[in-house]
């Protein structure tokens, strides 16, 4: 079992819905990933949390907003997102932002 | 930014027998190259890693050789077995994304099967 936690594992949501991905682990790292895997794909990164400050945003569309509350924790907010958006997200965390990624196991996002 | 390219796409062996996939990067700066295995429903898990300063490194039956020079890397896994098929991908960090750390240029990624 990987020591990131994603919730929900799958989630599917209307264009007009607003939803929220939640990300946890409690090792102590204080760097936290966002990145997208479309089917077939490679992971593409999305946004990068370093001591709870954001530090990368890959030209995401602004209906994906980070939010990093604590060290442990890294939400994803949606918001009007469109048919090719669905994906599966994936975070990740680093002891810091110079060390080894361990993934979580994402959550597979629809849109309808 | 950086660039990876992967090769083969697939790769068939039997089992027992060697298995070697091959990346190259573009950014000479990049100095941390991870290799993850991708299991159907799972998250990219990471099995081995290599930093500039050293030229191969071993764990069991993976290994990882890195050539600074040409600019390529590459996954070598020995005597393979059937829970060794799944998606490979090579990885370099990206050392233009920003401070404070580094994001992960992947390559396209190896689905390798292992036939009984």
């Known amino acids: 079992d990987t020591e990131v936690t994603q919730t929900p594992k799958h989630l599917v949501m209307g264009m007009t819905n607003k939803k929220s991905l939640k990300c946890e682990q409690h090792m102590g790292h204080r760097a936290m990933y966002w990145y997208k895997q479309k089917a077939k794909k490679p992971p593409e990164l999305m946004f990068v949390y370093s001591y709870e400050k954001l530090s990368i945003n890959e030209s995401v569309p602004s209906r994906f907003s980070p939010e990093c509350p604590n060290s442990s924790l890294l939400n994803l907010h949606l918001h009007a997102l469109q048919p090719e958006d669905s994906a599966l997200y994936l975070c990740?965390?680093?002891?810091?932002?110079?060390?080894?990624?361990?993934f979580g196991d994402g959550t597979r996002l629809s849109i309808l | 930014g950086e660039n990876v390219e992967q090769h083969p796409s697939t790769l068939s062996v039997q089992e027992g027998d060697s298995a070697v996939i091959k990346c190259t990067y573009s950014?000479?700066?990049?100095?941390?190259f991870p290799w993850y295995k991708q299991e159907l429903g799972k998250g990219p898990q990471l099995i081995i890693d290599?930093?500039?300063?050293?030229g191969e490194k071993k764990d069991q039956r993976i290994a990882v050789t890195l050539n600074k020079t040409a600019k390529h890397f590459s996954l070598h896994i020995t005597e393979t077995q059937p829970e060794d098929s799944a998606v490979y991908f090579c990885?370099?960090?990206?050392?233009?994304?920003?401070?404070?750390?580094?994001?992960?240029?992947f390559g396209k990624g190896t689905h390798l099967i292992i036939q009984p």
């Open positions: 950014d000479s700066a990049s100095n941390y």
């Open positions: 990885a370099a960090n990206d050392l233009n994304s920003g401070g404070g750390a580094d994001g992960l240029t």
């Open positions: 990740a965390s680093s002891p810091t932002g110079y060390q080894p990624q361990h």
């Open positions: 290599i930093r500039s300063n050293v």
